[in-house]
């Protein structure tokens, strides 16, 4: 793979290339021309169908402002940050960023140690390194006229999700498990992007949030990918400098490795998805997160890596993420993002309840009181049992609302025992979230689809699978002539009613020069207009790129004959059983 | 129209709803829930087909993110401003605003002027009012880790394509007309966000930019389109207080009413799609701008509205922007954003060129030199006359480089008139921006489409057009039965194999109220699985929501028969001729 040779390719025929160019380029912005704006939406429309139509997720578009409130309570604002080293140059910064990308979770006393234990010095001048600054990687913004409210551009889609959690749960009846789903943008503010498409400031994002009883993680439809065979990574065998396993998704929950059939089910899904997108099956493994590597309140984590000429790169990501997000929001907002499920039978229990004395609390709290008695029979089981706990322990408890806490004592509030009968069981789904970023996709499938010619190293090509290729046929004629006009029209207006994308190309240059510049942008099907084209029955070639094989057809065949094989309903083997292959044409 | 019946069930059914609710939301910000989101996404699928596909036009997808630099070219950051008074109510501030927009264009003297002379007072207080405040409509952001890399999140997504001319000229091998455009976020930080989505801080837009010779705004398909009938309200008549003149495009342009045939084609293509979707002939209607309204570049400019219970709205704006873009973005950048056009015949020209004494240069502007002669060289032949009468004037001209100004005087350059022939002409193109506000649309088209029932003001519904419908098919049993059950997933087989989204409703209540759950949220077909059903053939009803009549069909003839209808390629109508209409359902 000679990368200069791709980039080459993709910046002269703009899939993409840098943002503000003619300003000098913003390092990490990344522009879509023409033909990596149709590879894009195309990945993305396959994205829908495999997953959101395919398993009738419910879809959601949110808002990518985002108020700092919400950030605090996912965890963004305090933790997602990276570490900036003073004094030092942009490229020892890039190295000990991934060096500490690596001891994540650490803070930054804690970073400085590990610097100090090891003896990190500047490279450059071999001083100490100063304390490493944390520096957030989202990008600031304040809404509304006084600039007061702060907000930040979401560097994730998924926290839209959990806040509708609520909204979501009532449209599907109030059942588990379901699944919602979110494609948009997301921005971070990287401190050294670099490796082209891998790591930007600004990228699109497909998220699916499954919510599922966390005692019960079975999958309804496992069955039907417990065959897939999958190249799996353990987190022991990194440990142990052993290789990948090579074994079905069925045996690899069966055996453990895997922790669960909804994350195994959505594993092989998105195996068979990076496959129908053209990602090669070889450069595809699975690696599991060490412990190390997990946020605290991960169950388990495995990313789906494509390998490139940059190395393995993470393109999905896979994490039980218990309760984590819904309880996080639930306690800042003081609303329950939880399901009811019913019993099999209903029983007796005795419940904790919370009996104010209102007369005490609004003596105190005036005003406020309202908001707290609201927040407090908001409280779950555990919750109540805390307060319990607390009042008769140290006899105060401090209840945050907000930035304001009130301290609640035995004279306010009370919480009692009270024998109840109980129809549900209020549980707090866990969540499985596969999660796409989709420039990184793309870019591992031109890497994977990047070609030469036999013999003619000029002749470079793109083998894209034909359902995802920017543009599905090519329209070239024999020579330019005005006899070929009205066909040229006819043949557009054929694939045109069948919704093909198609580009002409009268331009100068042999037939064969011009399907080496069709090939290029990775058009899988081309039609050549001849003198046998302008007699009735009016007739073309279709020529199929991956193969260089031709057939002779109707032009009012060809938008369904195209159709077939973009859906792969029909394969090019097949097609040439009924047409004749022609002879070899002059390239 | 009862807007608060509407509203109640777009918020019920989750179409969208306020973002960030349970955190007390955010005003003029939106999530879209699973109906709302496949609405919008048809929406801009349908825009994609009407005009990406069928004109063939060059998609792009840039940055949201956007230096300041760039917005400071485009007058975003001097102009793109609201005004607020200090010391009013919202109430105050939004009706101001109001008056002020119809007086855009003064700045914030002139405007305090208006406000003397007009004598408006605090409506509240009765006081005079303090001067206004200008405030900035663009959020603002800053690039990497240091923060001094100021940007904005992007007003428009027009300016990512003028910034990208020169690749997408390229990409078109150099020729004129050709149209580029972009689907994609936009943010305004309205100062009183207001009227659901008429009125947001985030929304996505779908605008094209047509580049076109100056002198030569023909359109080659404007026969296609010249006998659409377009309802017009012109600049004359709104002056007038008269009313619309109803007329076709091609009279339109004819008595120069519109101002070209490229203005007048998109207005006719824009009028066709708004159609498509669902908005209605008789509440749409094309307003021109008033002389005051315009930018004064702009040369001429039609909105089209749509009538709603809010009064009419722009969803589309058309505006013939002259070359102003392109202008601004040279200007600020010193790279040529132009196209050559070869001319009929080769001609013999005196062209001014600029000679430097790099001697003298290089004494008085050192390192800058080199700089200054690329600016210099890349002038076009009116920047180069100016550069001569400045030097032959007041003999010095001051140079503008980002912020820097170099002094030219005749010892540094001299501008000399030297014969050459010319092939070719050098323009910079017209820019016909068509701008389409897809959340505005689509509450226009919920509008249109809400109905009730004769005679049953509980029983609301949608009419929406099938092709946009964010649901195809319900998919009902008569009653809950384990015998219906195969016949459910035969039926969601047949229906995926089609790409049809569906929505199965075994929920409680009899057929007409479950019937009545899929009208409120406009699927157009209803599949019922009865006992006639278990037998094979297997058979079900099809119900059609817009007449309540249902046919008999195979299972296996659903999914064909859907497409052919959501495609409109063939009409109930059509339909019932050949399926006889079954007696009527009890609802």
């Known amino acids: 793979m000679d990368r200069s040779k791709l980039e080459d390719l993709l910046k002269r025929r703009f899939f993409y290339d840098q943002s503000f160019a003619i300003y000098g380029g913003i390092s990490g912005l990344y522009d879509y021309g ?14 829908r169908k495999h997953f959101i139509l395919a398993e009738n997720m419910l879809e959601v578009e949110c808002s990518a402002l985002t108020p700092e409130r919400v950030l605090k309570a996912s965890g963004h604002v305090d933790r997602f940050v990276d570490w900036m080293k003073k004094e030092t140059t942009t490229q020892v910064k890039a190295e000990l960023i991934d060096i500490l990308n690596r001891l994540d979770g650490l803070n930054n006393k804690d970073m400085h140690q590990v610097i100090t234990t090891y003896g990190f010095k500047s490279p450059s001048t071999g001083n100490d390194l100063s304390e490493p600054v944390s520096f957030n990687l989202m990008f600031p913004t304040q809404i509304g006229p006084t600039g007061d409210f702060k907000a930040y551009l979401r560097p994730e889609t998924a926290q839209g999700i959990f806040i509708n959690f609520k909204r979501l749960l009532e449209f599907n009846q109030g059942k588990l498990p379901f699944a919602a789903a979110q494609i948009g943008a997301g921005f971070r503010n990287e401190i050294s992007p670099r490796q082209g498409l891998i790591r930007v400031r600004e990228f699109t994002m497909c998220e699916i949030e499954h919510f599922v009883d966390p005692d019960d993680k079975k999958h309804a439809k496992f069955s ?11 987190a ?20 453990g490795i895997v922790d669960n059939e909804t994350l195994g089910y959505y594993m092989a899904r998105t195996h068979l998805f990076l496959e129908s997108v ?12 060490m412990s190390t590597e ?31 997000d819904l309880s996080s929001h639930s306690k800042a907002t003081g609303v329950k993002l939880q399901a009811e499920q019913k019993l099999p039978a209903p029983r007796k229990e005795n419940l904790p309840k919370a009996v104010f004395n209102k007369a005490n609390l609004g003596q105190k709290y005036k005003a406020s009181s309202k908001q707290i008695v609201t927040v407090v029979e908001s409280y779950d089981v555990d919750q109540l049992n805390e307060l319990r706990a607390a009042l008769d322990g140290s006899s105060t408890y401090p209840l945050k609302i907000n930035d304001e806490v009130f301290q609640l004592t035995k004279d306010l509030v009370e919480v009692r025992l009270v024998e109840s009968t109980v129809h549900v069981e209020v549980i707090v789904p866990s969540v499985i979230e596969p999660s796409f970023g989709v420039g990184r996709i793309m870019y591992a499938v031109l890497e994977h689809a990047f070609r030469q010619r036999d013999g003619d190293e000029k002749r470079l090509y793109l083998e894209l699978p034909a359902s995802i290729a920017p543009v599905k046929c090519s329209i070239l004629t024999l020579m330019k002539k005005d006899v070929f006009n009205p066909l040229v029209d006819m043949v557009q207006e054929e694939l045109s009613s069948h919704e093909h994308s198609f580009k002409v190309d009268d331009g100068a240059g042999s037939i064969g020069r011009r399907y080496s510049r069709t090939d290029e942008i990775g058009i899988p099907f081309g039609v050549t207009i001849d003198y046998e084209s302008v007699d009735a029955p009016h007739t073309v070639t279709l020529r199929h790129a991956q ?27 097949d097609v040439i059983k009924e047409f004749p292959v022609l002879g070899a044409a002059v390239e």
């Not at 990918?225 to 799996?232: D, P, S």
């Not at 388990?300 to 218990?322: F, Q």
């Not at 109707?554 to 309903?569: A, H, P, T």
Request: contains cysteine; hydrophobic residues 35%.
């Open 224 to 234: 039907k990918v417990a065959n897939v065979v999958m190249t799996l990574f353990t």
């Open 236 to 255: 022991c065998d990194q440990v142990d400098n052993k290789g990948t396993k090579t074994m079905t998704i069925g045996e690899a929950v069966e055996q």
């Open 278 to 289: 053209g990602v090669h099956k070889d450069k595809l493994r699975f690696r599991q997160h």
């Open 294 to 324: 997990m946020a605290h309140y991960a169950k388990d984590c495995w990313d789906a890596e494509c390998r490139t000429s940059y190395g393995w790169i993470e393109c999905v990501g896979h994490a039980d993420r218990a309760c984590y």
């Open 34 to 47: 023409p033909m990596g704006c149709a590879l894009k939406s195309n990945i993305v429309q396959q994205w």
């Open 547 to 573: 193969s260089m094989q031709q057939i002779r057809i109707k032009i009012s065949e060809l938008g369904e004959l195209i159709e077939d094989l973009v859906k792969n309903r029909r394969q090019w083997a």
